[in-house]
């Protein structure tokens, strides 16, 4: 996949992420889109995910990227350490990633043996009012928990 020595990506979100998963969070399985990104001294093995969670009254709509690694997740901190807090998902190293010039945006990146995988999602109203931030990662937290036991 890339030529650096790093560990070889074990987990393809397009493959590994049952669809069950996806549609108890709110994503259509059937809307898989393939991204992977070899940069030859590291790789990223990425899937991308429409979904619609319904809430009575209110249409929200979500975009979701996950990605699949062969860096550290202290690279990751490194490189995004102004947006970045330090967390974990069901006691695994994790980075909550929020960049308030991204708006509508949440990110979590999890540490794997390999790596890392980054889940990023973008929230898209249905209307043209601010989204207020604390709902940027509403419900990542949990889809997050729900396949961190898969990721090794």
Same mark, same amino acid.
């Given at each position: 996949m890339d030529d650096s020595g790093r560990p070889q990506i074990t987990f393809d979100p397009c493959l590994d992420i049952p669809d069950e998963v996806?549609?108890?969070?709110?994503?259509?399985p059937r809307?898989?889109?393939?991204?992977?990104?070899?940069?030859?001294?590291y790789s990223f093995v990425g899937?991308?995910?429409k979904g619609t969670l319904h809430i009575p009254g209110v249409l929200r709509?979500?975009?979701? +990227?996950v990605l699949s690694g062969?860096?550290?997740l202290e690279e990751e901190l490194a490189k995004?350490?102004? =947006? !970045?807090?330090?967390?974990?998902? +069901?006691?695994r190293r994790a980075l909550l990633e929020v960049d308030s010039n991204n708006q509508n945006s949440c990110? =979590? !990146?999890v540490e794997t043996e390999f790596g890392i995988v980054i889940f990023s999602r973008t929230y898209y109203p249905d209307h043209t009012r601010g989204v207020p931030?604390?709902?940027?990662?509403?419900?990542?937290?949990?889809l997050v928990s729900s396949v961190e036991p898969l990721l090794d």
């Open positions: 996806l549609v108890d969070a709110g994503y259509d809307s898989k889109e393939i991204a992977d990104y070899p940069m030859g001294t899937c991308r995910f709509r979500y975009g979701l +990227n062969n860096v550290t995004d350490r102004h =947006i !970045a807090t330090e967390t974990t998902v +069901n006691g990110g =979590i !990146a931030t604390d709902l940027w990662c509403s419900g990542l937290e949990e």
